[in-house]
């Protein structure tokens, strides 16, 4: 391993007169060769934080932040970043993230232990050239599982955040939980609530794009899988969670609406992962209010916009999530006029492409079918006839300027308006986009006043 490691890390290691080791994600990446460009680098001694900073910064490192209480050193070489923790032994408040107390120690055994699981509690003696593992976690990563450095309900018990943690390990790596672990996780569930959604969010965003940290495709179902089983999911997404076991028409689904709602995200693009999670939502309220699941994207829209609030996502994502959840349902048995997907276009040619790729994952995930979605195939092909044309897709490519409709006795306050209009018969082929006939149609449609010496 010692050759995987950065040449300043084995200067800091060299400058210590104490064993500096490599631990958590780096050691068990390379146990489990798990390839990643990013690795998370944390480090660990039987030294106090204040001495491993003198020797760091004696070899050319920068401290970045010190936490005494914790013996933590967040430092930095040539823009890589790194993690030092002081052996230590940390004590709870059940749920708290933040340990009450911290004692420092020199034995390994009692740091590993406050760890949270064995996969990331294999130590690496960078000097030494060896591994140490006081809790037989090698023999975990060997085995692709995953199970906690201590008893599973205590160690849930002390920071609910391990709950996701646990989903998201399992998403990334593909390590699957013991039963112990799991039920360990089930017990303690309800800790979920006392970390802030900030948290949860961050670590449920990780879960829906774990195909990025090691290219395994498909990875985030795993994650979403895991929520489920430990019943976290119908804690942090309960009107989600509504779909378990709620059958659709078997002729068109393989799965039930939260089933269907995981392999929508499993085939999803990166771009729209958290509107693929949502984007039924609206199932579930709509089939016990009403008994079907009609009119389901509108209902789901203004559901998705609550669970976006709740989980503190941005205002950008959730203005994404919301409209293609509203919008997803749009021409699905491909019926709809040719002029009216053209005027679907032009109001939502903001999110068009993301709304194309729910609209295939959705399509997919239906029975696993990967062939082009019919509805994505009609309207990107309306699309692309729509450019061959010319026809204009936004204001901006329009041949009329709002001052010239004033010009020509276009009220001030009905420019915008009447410019929108302009723009989406345009493509709809009832006007050319020629300056002339544009002004000569917005009287004409608008009602606005003609020309003294026009016909009338």
């Not at 990446?29 to 660990?44: G, R, W, Y």
């Not at 948290?199 to 899988?225: C, F, P």
């Not at 006939?437 to 003609?450: E, F, G, H, Q, R």
Request: with cysteine; glycine share 6%.
């Amino acid at each position: 391993m010692k050759a995987t490691l950065p040449e300043n890390l084995i200067s800091l290691a060299e400058a210590c007169p104490y064993p500096l080791y490599v631990v958590g994600g780096r050691v068990r990446d390379f146990l489990a060769d798990l390839k990643t460009e990013a690795p998370d680098t944390d480090v660990c001694a039987p030294a106090p934080a204040e001495d491993f900073i003198t020797r760091a910064e004696s070899v050319g490192f920068k401290i970045d932040a010190l936490y005494k209480n914790t013996g933590t050193v967040k430092l930095s070489y040539g823009g890589e970043n790194y993690e030092f923790t002081s052996f230590r032994s940390d004590e709870y408040v059940r749920g708290e993230h933040r340990p009450v107390n911290t004692f420092f120690t020199t034995d390994i055994f009692l740091d590993a232990r406050r760890r949270d699981f064995k996969c990331n509690a294999v130590y690496y003696d960078i000097c030494g050239g060896q591994f140490v593992d006081p809790l037989g976690g090698i023999a975990e990563i060997k085995a692709r599982a995953l199970s906690t450095v201590a008893a599973s309900e205590k160690v849930f018990g002390e920071d609910g955040l391990r709950l996701m943690r646990l989903a998201r390990i399992s998403a990334e790596t593909g390590f699957v939980p013991t039963e112990e672990c799991l039920g360990g996780a089930r017990k303690n569930a309800r800790l979920i609530a006392d970390v802030a959604p900030e948290r949860v969010w961050a670590e449920l965003d990780r879960i829906l794009h774990a195909d990025l940290r090691y290219g395994r495709q498909y990875a985030a179902i795993n994650g979403l899988s895991v929520l489920k089983n430990t019943d976290v999911l119908e804690l942090i997404l309960p009107e989600l969670y509504l779909g378990n076991g709620m059958p659709q028409r078997s002729d068109i689904h393989r799965y039930d609406v939260l089933e269907h709602s995981f392999r929508t995200v499993m085939y999803a693009d990166g771009k729209i992962r958290l509107a693929a999670l949502l984007h039924d939502v609206g199932k579930p309220y709509c089939k016990i209010k009403n008994g079907n699941f009609y009119g389901h994207e509108t209902e789901g829209a203004k559901i998705a916009e609550e669970v976006c609030a709740r989980l503190k996502v941005s205002k950008k994502l959730t203005e994404q999530v919301v409209a293609l959840t509203a919008l997803h349902m749009y021409d699905l048995r491909c019926d709809a006029r040719e002029s009216k997907v053209r005027k679907f276009i032009i109001k939502h040619l903001k999110y068009f492409d993301e709304l194309m790729l729910l609209k295939q994952a959705d399509y997919s995930a239906c029975r696993d079918d990967l062939s082009p979605a019919p509805s994505v195939v009609k309207m990107t092909g309306v699309l692309q006839k729509m450019k061959e044309e010319g026809v204009p897709l936004c204001l901006k490519e329009l041949n009329v300027r709002g001052d010239e409709l004033i010009s020509s006795g276009c009220p001030k306050e009905l420019t915008a308006k009447t410019l929108e209009g302009l723009l989406l018969d345009c493509a709809a082929g009832q006007v050319k986009n020629e300056k002339q006939s544009l002004i000569t149609y917005a009287k004409k449609v608008a009602m606005l006043p003609a020309d003294k010496n026009s016909p009338k």
